[in-house]
């Protein structure tokens, strides 16, 4: 299978790397726009801050690669924040990708949020064989709204939207690659779709 990781200088490659290879392939990063178009499956990571995120996309013209992508695409973290219209972290203009926006949580509660905390509301293919209430691995200072996108739901302060799918593009607030035999699990339906 050809499985690409969008290099864009924001992201912990290394982890999801490994976690594909647990599962016998093999993840390749790039920030070339034709092995892109070419691969069977993208994972769009992200650690970082948004701005500058969107900065490094926007060099490399990666903002208007990835919208254009008709494979199945797996943003992570950060990278399913990107692919939103907008979010509060650096007032950032997302890709689009989910109509929602991305809220900062108030400081009523500890942030980042970081840990275990559960998913639910599951829908979608990329659940198949996971229980509801089911716990991820987080770290996360800003959130997805709840909407009509949302295919997993967290409650942290409030219900926003763990997970998001438009079309092709799914999009997962957790790490799956830290979350063990379930992140596993979440992977594996996505490689799968």
Known sequence: MNLKIVNYGAGNIKSIQFAFQRLGYEAVLTNNPEQLLKADKVIFPGVGEASSAMKKLKESKLDKVIPELKQPVLGICLGMQLMCNYTEEG??????????????FSNTVKVPQMGWNTVKNLKSDLFKGIDNDSY????????????????????YELEYASALENDNFFGVQFHPEKSGKTGEVLLKNFLQL
């Open 136 to 155: 991820m691995y987080l770290v996360h200072s800003f959130y997805a709204e709840n909407c009509c996108q949302a295919i997993a739901t967290t409650d």
């Open 91 to 104: 007032e950032t203009k997302g890709l689009g990708i989910f109509d929602v926006d991305v809220k900062r």
